[in-house]
């Protein structure tokens, strides 16, 4: 399957199992807007159906992953639209299209990896929570942003942020909207490495490849089950992992995986 995006605002490249998508507005640091939304919405839904695609990569094009919403546009729309209940229509519209690319990231059985350099702010941390994975450079910093601006947050953030760093640091991060480093982000438990900047995209590649070689099935469950954890009771969870494991022994990557470690060799998964 092709993927094309319907605007030039995000790039797509596939290369085998692997699908790169790269915010593309570097001269607004790829702030996010309509057109942006309008493009991971399309994107996000080919990948979900797209079985020959086995890992994602998300970054910016330039030296920043994401710096939030286009305020540019925000305060273009507060002129133009002085009716408040048609404001606040227009920006409900917008929201639940970021909200459907947030639930394409989260429900596609694919890993998904942020490879994140320089800054990562407002609606920027919320689309990194939403990956599964997170690398970011030695000179990434992070800011919820979003009080700053007098707004709450968006995104799934107010989701994310209390399941990952826990509550009082979610509420931390939340009101109070400060910047902070990789190695915080990484001691906050909002990333898993942080890498020096020249080798941010070797490394994010090597583990693009790893996941890629993976066992697809496997992957896709497991994302699914941790996905769902803190929403289940523990009989839930059990019963949603016995069916889970049996999906996966009617698959060929587990007889090449037990097939493997009977014969003391490396697995080749084919990601069925």
């Known amino acids: 399957m092709t993927i094309t995006p319907p605007n030039p605002s995000v790039r797509v490249d596939v290369d085998g199992a692997i699908c790169r998508i790269t915010f593309a507005r570097p001269e607004s640091l ?46 273009d729309r507060i002129a133009a639209v002085p009716d408040k209940a048609a404001l606040r229509d227009e920006f409900e519209t917008l929201l639940d299209d970021v909200h459907k690319v947030i639930t394409n990231m989260r429900a596609m059985p694919q890993p998904i990896i942020a490879s994140v350099r320089g800054a990562a702010a407002g609606a920027g941390v919320s689309v990194m929570l939403a990956c599964d994975l997170v690398l970011a450079s030695d000179n990434a910093f992070f800011t919820l942003a979003y009080s700053h601006l007098g707004a709450s947050p968006d995104g799934g953030s107010t989701f994310q942020l209390p399941r990952t760093a826990g509550m009082k640091r979610a509420m931390e991060i939340a009101l109070l909207g400060d910047r902070f480093d990789a190695e915080t982000a990484e001691r906050y438990g909002l990333i898993n490495r942080v890498i020096a900047d020249a080798d941010l995209d070797a490394e994010t590649e090597k583990l693009a490849t790893r996941l890629a070689a993976g066992p697809a099935r496997a992957y896709a469950h497991t994302k699914a089950l941790l996905n769902a954890s803190l929403g289940n009771t523990l009989q839930q969870q059990l019963d949603a992992e016995s069916d889970s494991f049996a999906d996966c022994v009617t698959g060929p990557d587990f007889a090449e995986g037990v097939a493997a470690f009977n014969e003391k060799r490396k697995p080749a998964f084919k990601g069925q």
């Open 30 to 75: 790829n702030a996010i807007n309509l057109d942006v939304v309008a493009a991971l919405d399309g994107v996000t839904s080919a990948i979900r159906v797209d079985d020959t695609i086995r890992c994602v990569i998300l970054s910016g094009a330039g030296d920043h992953f994401m710096a939030g919403g286009d305020i540019k546009h925000f305060q």
